[in-house]
T-cell receptor
Framework: GEDVEQSLFLSVREGDSSVINCTYTDSSSTYLYWYKQEPGAGLQLLTYIFSNMDMKQDQRLTVLLNKKDKHLSLRIADTQTGDSAIYFCAEILPTGGYNKLIFGAGTRLAVHP | NAGVTQTPKFRILKIGQSMTLQCTQDMNHNYMYWYRQDPGMGLKLIYYSVGAGITDKGEVPNGYNVSRSTTEDFPLRLELAAPSQTSVYFC?????????????FGQGTRLTVV
């Protein structure tokens, strides 16, 4: 079936690295995404990775994809208080008509001094 | 450039009342979506539209209706509000339906049905 799972909460110290993990079940996913949701705001795309890649780096963000294990992770280097938010993992499934985005429940990242 | 705009931001409805959640985008996107976000759950797709005049059901369409008379607007209608519809609603749009197109989200509408 179609399912995306994430742990619900992560707490890190400012300046440390954060690693948010996600697993998905559908091997036909073509793209996988990380969205960020700040309080009172909508979701904002952070980064995405195509399913034939295993790593993508963008400044402080590193995405790792293990397609065999259907595991996706987001690493945030030098985590700052401004990174406190909910992070959603999502996959896109190929359908004929639209982008079928399947979201995880979101991981709430709390950054403390 | 406003992106995706939703109104209202908050609303409290009584059981059985009706309301329309408004969504408009100024990016000339063909694809528009309505999601609901329940606590501890991922977003679930309610309805989507691939262009003006074309709408279709998503995963959780019961209790909702939509219309798409223009490219810009995609309102979501609740006819007989029920407590189970208490949720945060997000509208989104994309330029196309390939995976490398970004979905832009509105700020959300927090709806409480009492």
């Amino acid at each position: 079936g179609e399912d995306v799972e994430q742990s619900l909460f992560l707490s890190v110290r400012e300046g440390d690295s954060s690693v948010i993990n996600c697993t998905y079940t559908d091997s036909s996913s073509t793209y996988l995404y990380w969205y960020k949701q700040e309080p009172g705001a909508g979701l904002q795309l952070l980064t995405y990775i195509f399913s034939n890649m295993d790593m993508k780096q963008d400044q402080r963000l590193t995405v790792l994809l293990n397609k065999k294990d259907k595991h996706l992770s987001l690493r945030i280097a030098d985590t700052q208080t401004g990174d406190s938010a909910i992070y959603f993992c999502a996959e896109i499934l190929p359908t004929g008509g639209y982008n079928k985005l399947i979201f995880g429940a979101g991981t709430r990242l709390a950054v403390h001094p | 450039n406003a992106g995706v705009t939703q109104t209202p931001k908050f609303r409290i409805l009584k059981i059985g009342q009706s309301m329309t959640l408004q969504c408009t985008q100024d990016m000339n996107h063909n694809y528009m979506y309505w999601y609901r976000q329940d606590p501890g759950m991922g977003l679930k797709l309610i309805y989507y539209s691939v262009g003006a005049g074309i709408t279709d059901k998503g995963e959780v369409p019961n209790g909702y209706n939509v219309s798409r008379s223009t490219t810009e607007d995609f309102p979501l209608r609740l006819e007989l509000a029920a407590p189970s519809q208490t949720s945060v609603y997000f509208c989104a749009s994309t330029a196309g339906h390939t995976g490398d197109t970004e979905a832009f989200f509105g700020q959300g509408t927090r709806l409480t049905v009492v």
